[in-house]
Nanobody, 121 residues
Framework: QVRLVESGGGLVQAGSSLRLSCAAS????????VGWFRQAPGKERGFVAA?????RDTWYADSVKGRFTISRDNAVYLQMNNLKPEDTAVYYC?????????????????WGQGTQVTVSS
């Protein structure tokens, strides 16, 4: 069982930046595809960004393109710039044993507990 731990969330003002991190307890994490999802109160969990095992391929939701960047080394990061109040949500990291890029939550095998991001206007 792979345990994922997110960090880096917080309360910021609109226009600010945050960097989320996702770390795992297993070395095999480096061979997994990883995605970030978010869930706001009363809404379904939605796709934010994903990266394949090598870090070469990435994909973003339209709502975050140009503002968020996903990257990886031994951990996976989500750099979030120009944050907006509508970005407020709990952000979850997810990992898939198959290393290819994926955007649907059912394609992931492991999930973290989430980290809260709150953007004030």
């Amino acid at each position: 069982q792979v345990r994922l731990v997110e960090s880096g969330g917080g309360l910021v003002q609109a226009g600010s930046s945050l960097r989320l991190s996702c770390a795992a307890s297993e070395r095999t994490f480096n061979s997994y595809a990883v995605g970030w999802f978010r869930q706001a109160p009363g809404k379904e969990r939605g796709f934010v960004a994903a990266v394949n095992w090598s870090g070469r391929d990435t994909w973003y939701a339209d709502s975050v393109k140009g503002r968020f960047t996903i990257s990886r080394d031994n951990a996976v990061y989500l750099q979030m710039n120009n944050l907006k109040p509508e970005d407020t949500a709990v952000y979850y990291c997810a990992a898939a044993r198959l290393g290819s890029l994926r955007i649907r939550p059912e394609g992931y095998d492991y999930w973290g507990q989430g980290t809260q991001v709150t953007v004030s206007s």
